[in-house]
């Protein structure tokens, strides 16, 4: 059940103590397993990956390449449809339509760790690859089905304080894809070895089990209400609802504004996540060790993280979304400069912690507000395929990008780079401006009030 016991959004503004309580909703805690389930795979195929693949000896260009990888996440509008309307058998009459497919792609996500465990990149590269491949599409469709089930459990003013403890939940599994894995790894291996399988087959085998925590919640959670729906057995009928009808949906709703809004998803987190790609072989080329880069990044970083997103997810009903989606571009932009100051700077862990405190920092912030935008753009009757939509153009253009990180820093150096990618966020300041600017964004529902998305 969802549950709505919380302060009326309606007013113009609402107490601080208001504005925490929502925390204390089950419905809220519950996002923080289930957070947990979808955060631990991204960096295993990306971030820690890269570090990984790095050690091992493959180029910076390669491991750029490789990062398409996760295209997976930037095409999964495709298949959502699929996701949002079509029943597993046996699976959807047992769980339910959100849960069946969590179940079937936390298990997919699970057998593709346990593959790349069992590859060495030096040897390997193209099966560890294709493992890295079934992992990305595996927890895109996680995905798809999470976010549809976090927009389903509550109204449009609780999908901060859920973004909020969804991320809690993602950011301590990227703490343990990102620095337990280093730990597990540095632990296991040979002294003075730079680069060892074993320990990186044993560091992924691990995560692999991990992934038992998503499954034991998927069985435990209840499925949300779910709206009516055209039933299957009329194909042509199931295919207009289910594949076209979200789209033309978005359109129709939000009419002149609809490219602005595209535009904007598409290049909001530019600045970042093309810049990330190369953040983990930076440090290695940088001298930072396993045990720094996991006590640093992955830790700390992932707190300030974390800070940041509960600071957003608290102050987006008293500010509004639109002015903290502003504040966000400018920092994450702005703490790019930062690396590059790094790059200059050496081996320097003191320094490498004031980096990390303040790009985490905005980042987490910014990641509050864009997923607390995105989930009130999105309809009821179609949350999964068109939040999918959605989070897919927010990745799609700069993954594409990020791919040829590596070839840059190779002509142009680390410094460079950095400079480059604070530059790509100046564009997102005025699509933020401008679409504040636009016409009041209607509710979710077409029965509910228009609202004032700044």
Request: hydrophobic share 55%; proline share 5%.
């Amino acid at each position: 059940m969802t549950e709505k016991t919380s302060p009326d959004p309606t007013r113009a503004a609402i107490s601080w103590r208001e504005s925490w309580q929502v925390y204390l909703q089950p419905a809220a805690w519950r996002m923080l397993f289930l957070g947990f389930s979808a955060g631990l795979p991204l960096l295993l195929v990306l971030g820690t990956l890269s570090f990984r693949l790095r050690e091992a000896g493959i180029d910076r260009s390669t491991i750029g390449y490789l990062s398409w990888v996760g295209l997976a996440y930037g095409i999964k509008w495709v298949w959502s449809p699929l996701v949002d309307r079509l029943p597993l058998p046996f699976l959807t009459a047992w769980l339910g339509r959100r849960r069946s497919w969590l179940l079937v792609s936390q298990l997919a996500i699970a057998g593709g760790l346990w593959g790349m465990a069992q590859f060495d990149p030096q040897q390997g590269l193209n099966a560890l690859v294709a493992c890295a491949l079934l992992v990305a599409f595996a927890s895109a469709t996680q995905d798809i089905a999470l976010d549809a089930y976090r927009i389903e459990s509550g109204a449009d003013w609780q999908q901060a304080a859920f973004a909020a403890t969804y991320q809690t939940g993602y950011r301590l599994a990227m703490i343990w894809a990102g620095a337990g894995v280093l730990w597990l790894a540095a632990s296991a291996a040979t002294p003075e070895v730079r680069y060892e399988h074993a320990a990186w087959a044993w560091a992924y085998g691990v995560m692999a089990a991990s992934m038992a925590l998503g499954v034991i919640t998927t069985l435990t959670v209840p499925e949300p209400p779910a709206p009516a729906q055209v039933p299957a057995r009329d194909v042509r009928i199931w295919v207009r609802e289910a594949v076209f009808a979200p789209f033309v949906a978005f359109f129709q709703r939000y009419r002149g504004q609809a490219v602005l809004i595209l535009a904007l998803i598409a290049v909001y987190r530019i600045s970042d996540v093309v810049m990330g790609i190369m953040a983990n072989p930076f440090y290695v080329d940088m001298g930072y060790t396993k045990e720094e880069v996991a006590a640093v990044t992955k830790v700390y970083g992932v707190i300030m993280t974390l800070v940041g997103a509960y600071v957003g997810g608290a102050l987006a009903p008293r500010l509004g979304v639109m002015r903290l989606l502003m504040l966000g571009a400018v920092l994450s932009a702005g703490t790019n400069l930062l690396f590059a100051w790094l790059s200059g700077v050496g081996h320097d862990v003191q320094a490498l912690v004031l980096v990390v405190s303040a790009d985490n920092l905005a980042s987490g912030l910014a990641s509050a507000a864009f997923i607390a935008y995105l989930s009130g753009l999105t309809q009821v009757q179609y949350s999964a395929t068109q939040y999918a939509l959605f989070s897919s153009m927010m990745l799609l253009l700069p993954k594409w990008l990020a791919g040829f990180s590596g070839v840059f820093v190779d002509a142009h150096g680390y410094a460079m780079f950095f400079n480059a990618t604070a530059a790509l966020g100046v564009p997102v300041f005025a699509l933020v401006w401008w679409t504040a600017r636009a016409t009041l964004a209607p509710s979710r529902s077409t029965a509910d009030a228009p609202r004032d998305p700044a």
